[in-house]
C-alpha cells in the first residue's frame, strides 16, 4: 500500500510538508490579490463618467443633473436636477426671478415640466425619468436613455393658461452615480440648440464579481455532490448516510444563495436559464444516485448475510 494510502486509511497527526506549506501560501497570496483587486475597484456610490460636447456662452440657466436613485425593475431612473442663474435680465439681486420660467424636460418616457414663477427663487426638481434595458440580461444588463431640455420664460395670461414669452439658453452638467451602477452621460450643448444628453447605467464591477463569486460557490457545491454521488453508485466509495444530508442541505442552500446576488434578479432571468436551473437539476439528480448506490448496498449486505446464514446452519 502507498504512504498516500495508508495514510488516507489510518490519518495520524504529523508536520505540514514543504509542497504543503508552498501550496498554502500559493492560495493566501492569490486570496490576498483578488482581495485587493475587489476592494479596490468597489465604489459606494458608483462610478460616473461625464463627456460634454460644445460649450454654451454666458447661458442664462445652468442645469446640474445628479443620479439618485435607479429601480431596474421598473427601468426607472430619479434624477435630481438643480436650476440656478446668474443673468442680471432673469434674477434679480435677492437671487429671486424677474421672469416666470418654464423647464420642459424630455425623455424616454415622455415629457415632464418644471414651473418657476415670478418672484420665486429657483430651485431644484427631483423627476422620475424612463430608460431602455433588459433586466433579464442580469448581472450585464445596461439601460439607455436621453435627457432633453428646453428653457423659456413665461407669464400667465387670460384665463389662466401659461403663454411663453421668450426662449432661454441654458447648459447641462452631470454628477455622481448610484450606488452598485456606473453613470455615464454624453451632452451636447451650445448654439441655439438646448441641451440633449445620452445617458447609460451599467452594473458596477463590485455587484458583477459578487454575483460571479455567488455563482462559483453554487455551481462547486452542486459539482460536489454529483462527484461524490457518482462515486457511490459506481461503487467506488462505501455509501453514507450523511452524504445524503448533505445533498439534500445543497438542494435547499441554492436557493438561499441566489437570493443573496446583489439587485434580487426576477425569476427566469439569463442566469436561471444558462446556469442555475441546471444546478438543481444536477443536484436532484445527485439525491437519486445517492438512493440508487444505497440501495444496491444495502442490498448487496443483505445478501451477503442471508448467504452466511446459510452456510452456517
Do not use: C
Not at 30 to 37: R, T
Not at 271 to 289: C, H, M, P, R, T
Amino acid at each position: 500500500m502507498s504512504d498516500h494510502l495508508d495514510l488516507a486509511a489510518h490519518p495520524t497527526p504529523r508536520r505540514l510538508s514543504r509542497r504543503s506549506l508552498a501550496v498554502g501560501l500559493l492560495l493566501i497570496v492569490a486570496f490576498a490579490l483578488a482581495y485587493v483587486f475587489v476592494a479596490r475597484e468597489y465604489q459606494i456610490e458608483g462610478g460616473s463618467t461625464a463627456v460634454v460636447i460644445g460649450e454654451q456662452q454666458d447661458p442664462d440657466i445652468y442645469i446640474v443633473g445628479k443620479p439618485v436613485d435607479f429601480d431596474a425593475r421598473t427601468a426607472t431612473l430619479t434624477m435630481r436636477f438643480e436650476f440656478s442663474s446668474f443673468s442680471d435680465q432673469l434674477v434679480d439681486e435677492g437671487n429671486r426671478l424677474t421672469q416666470g420660467v418654464r423647464i420642459t424636460i424630455g425623455a424616454n418616457d415622455g415629457i415632464q415640466e418644471v414651473r418657476f414663477p415670478k418672484g420665486e427663487p429657483m430651485g431644484y426638481a427631483e423627476l422620475e425619468v424612463g430608460v431602455d434595458g433588459e433586466l433579464y440580461a442580469y448581472p450585464f444588463d445596461t439601460y439607455r436613455g436621453f435627457i432633453a431640455i428646453l428653457t423659456e420664460t413665461y407669464e400667465r395670461g387670460s384665463g389662466g393658461i401659461n403663454e411663453t414669452t421668450g426662449e432661454l439658453t441654458s447648459t447641462l452638467t452631470f454628477e455622481g452615480a448610484v450606488g452598485g451602477w456606473d453613470f455615464s452621460s454624453n451632452t451636447t450643448v451650445g448654439g441655439d440648440a438646448s441641451p440633449e444628453a445620452d445617458v447609460t447605467l451599467s452594473r458596477a464591477f463590485s455587484s458583477k464579481a459578487f454575483a460571479a463569486v455567488l455563482l462559483a460557490m453554487a455551481t462547486t457545491v452542486a459539482v460536489l455532490v454529483l462527484i461524490a454521488s457518482i462515486l457511490s453508485v459506481t461503487f467506488r466509495r462505501r455509501f453514507e448516510v450523511a452524504l445524503l444530508t448533505w445533498n439534500g442541505a445543497v438542494l435547499f442552500s441554492l436557493p438561499l444563495l441566489r437570493s443573496y446576488l446583489p439587485g434580487s434578479p426576477p425569476i427566469g432571468a439569463a442566469i436561471d436559464i444558462y446556469l442555475y436551473l441546471w444546478l438543481f437539476v444536477i443536484a436532484v439528480i445527485s439525491i437519486v444516485l445517492l438512493l440508487i448506490a444505497w440501495s444496491e448496498q444495502k442490498k448487496a449486505e443483505l445478501l451477503e448475510e442471508a448467504r452466511r446464514r446459510q452456510a452456517v446452519s
